[in-house]
């Protein structure tokens, strides 16, 4: 396994590092599906295990997840090795009576609880978990002010953004000062790692990295999902609503799935071998954090460690998907 600097930080994590959203299982946020079906913690603990053997040392989670569920679980599962462990967590989905997610007052107690769930004395890199800071930012420098008396106080080491836009990045970078951002990052949409794009300019500039969520585009690459035999999701999955798993978007998908599969093997190995290097490629991604809920899943993407893409390799499945 090889190790990379994350940003600004002192942390050198697991270029493989794992995602805990599926550990919440299911659940919802604001009446809608917010996660994951047909998830068995004895096989999660075991996949975080397995995964820690081979030398994963960073872990990535949040309060939503579950309403704390898989910051308790990923806390069982490391039991006396949590401290060996880079942890991630992040706050901003969950405001509770708050009238807003990033109160100072509410940032604290969120600290406080996840602390608890993760059994630790403090947090290596706590994200906000979004871009909303209310009208006109009202809450962003309240939230920094209070990030920066929890950091003081060693109950957090380093600072995160994790947002969904390109105008978060931008707009709130210069605002919070972060170490790291997070996103999504994978085959089908590299906007934020991609050399020349406004993000990764951002990065090389202030020194920050990226940390990549969905890397395998939650299994969509790896050619698990069939547009002539629809998966049918219980209620609390996200991807029950989610337009990229309609039979429409799949058909799409699948040709340029294909050409993967005709160049680099079929087998779920190969592509999530493709995807997986394929982010991290980009000299801006300090790890990709792939899901998991089983080792049988870990398997699949530590095999993945050690074994990059060539400079040939990695055109030609950009040309693949700008078609």
């Known amino acids: ?163 969904y836009s390109e105008n978060d990045f931008l707009r709130l970078t210069p605002k919070i000062k972060p170490n790291v951002l997070q996103s999504w990052g994978n085959i089908t949409d590299d906007q934020f790692v991609r050399s020349g794009k406004p993000v990764a300019e951002l990065m090389k500039k202030d020194g920050l990295s990226f940390v990549a969520f969905s890397p395998l585009a939650q299994g969509l690459l790896l050619g698990k999902f069939s547009s002539k035999n629809p998966t049918v999701f219980a209620d609390g999955d996200h991807r029950k609503n989610d337009q990229r798993f309609t039979p429409a978007e799949i058909a799409k998908l699948e040709p340029k799935v294909d050409k993967l599969k005709q160049k680099f093997g079929s087998e779920i190995k190969d592509l999530s071998r493709v995807a997986l290097q394929y982010i991290l490629s980009y000299d801006i991604t300090g790890c990709v954090i792939p899901g998991f809920r089983n080792k049988k899943q870990v398997e699949m993407n530590l095999q993945a460690a050690d074994r990059p893409l060539s400079v040939e390799e990695v055109k030609y499945i950009k040309d693949v998907f700008a078609s």
């Open 1 to 163: 396994m090889k190790y990379r600097k994350l940003g600004k930080t002192d942390l050198n994590v697991s270029e493989i590092s794992l995602g805990c959203w599926t550990l919440g299982g299911v659940s919802w946020d604001k009446g809608k599906s917010a996660g994951w079906a047909d998830v068995d913690e004895k096989e999660a603990i075991e996949a975080i295990n397995y995964g820690m053997e081979k030398g994963v040392n960073h872990f990535d989670n949040a309060d939503t997840y579950g309403n704390g569920k898989a910051e308790r679980m990923l806390a069982k599962a490391l039991g006396t090795k949590s401290k060996q462990i880079i942890i991630a967590t992040k706050i901003g989905h969950v405001k509770g009576t708050a009238e807003h997610a990033y109160e100072p007052a509410h940032i604290r107690h969120q600290c406080e609880q996840s602390l608890i769930n993760l059994k630790r004395d403090y947090i290596d890199l706590y994200y906000f978990h979004h871009g909303d800071f209310g009208p006109d930012d009202i809450y962003v420098d309240g939230a920094v002010d209070m990030m920066n008396k929890l950091k003081k106080e060693g109950k957090i080491r380093w600072l995160g953004l994790s947002t």
